[in-house]
DNA sequence: CGGGATCCGAAAGGATACTG
DNA sequence: CAGTATCCTTTCGGATCCCG
């Protein structure tokens, strides 16, 4: 009665709560969507991401693995080199995503630069 | 050279970090799916998401409010009550949103519950 | 190169009490 | 009802050092 979730949806979902936290934490965001265009290695994403540091980028990689979000692939040479992609479940995170990136441009677009830095 | 992402589109985009990084923050997510579905004052939202305590609903509100997400409306009587509704660009939304609750319902949804615990 | 382990300060978050 | 203020615990995150 005191709700009107009677129309057979309701106001909280803990699975879109698990994947809407999940994918927006810290700096999930911003990893996966540079793993939507394609593998990336370790130093790659490093380097495309700004102020992420190597700790909490291995910590995210490790949590998405754990959620079978992402894979790990080891190239073993002298030079050890490790790629990351995603997985199917990964993969179709793509639309989501694609969505926020349009909202973002209408919205949050906004010259909002932070001076030239 | 080294990247290729001569195809227009970058690596990491500051407008779409800033949107996800908005609303996957700790609750923002499950408020802002509360609110899709019409306004609700603060004691429903606070009831209807387990585990949220009034404090952070009251400061998830006002960042919400600082983004121009969310609106408030006071409705003076001897018992104040307060309403919280999506402004336009947060009805927008929606659509972000529910490809996210999509995706969850395809991969994250399993029966995943906590047992009895 | 691609991490893991540890240390420590900063920030987030919960509990409680109080107010309009 | 709808918050705010304070306290105090937990977690986050950066820096540094080390390893395969």
């Given amino acids: 009665m005191s709700e009107q979730s009677s129309d057979g949806s309701s106001d909280f979902c803990p699975r ?9 934490k810290r700096w999930t965001g911003a ?9 990336r290695r370790f130093n790659e994403l ?13 910590e995210r990689l490790r949590e998405l ?3 079978e979000i992402v ?19 990964g993969k179709e995170l ?7 990136g349009q909202w973002a441009e ?7 630069r932070k001076r030239t830095a």
Wanted: charged share 20%.
């Fill in 106 to 112: 209408r919205w949050v677009a906004p010259p909002k």
């Fill in 65 to 67: 693995e754990g959620e």
């Fill in 31 to 39: 990893v996966l969507r540079a793993l939507l265009r394609g593998p």
């Fill in 71 to 89: 894979s790990r692939h080891v190239d073993p040479g002298p030079p050890v080199r490790v790629a990351y992609e995603l997985t199917a479940s």
């Fill in 94 to 100: 793509e639309t989501a995503l694609t969505c926020v």
């Fill in 16 to 24: 879109f709560h698990h994947a809407i936290e999940l994918i927006g």
């Fill in 46 to 58: 490093l380097g495309a991401i700004p102020d992420l540091s190597d700790r909490l980028l291995a």
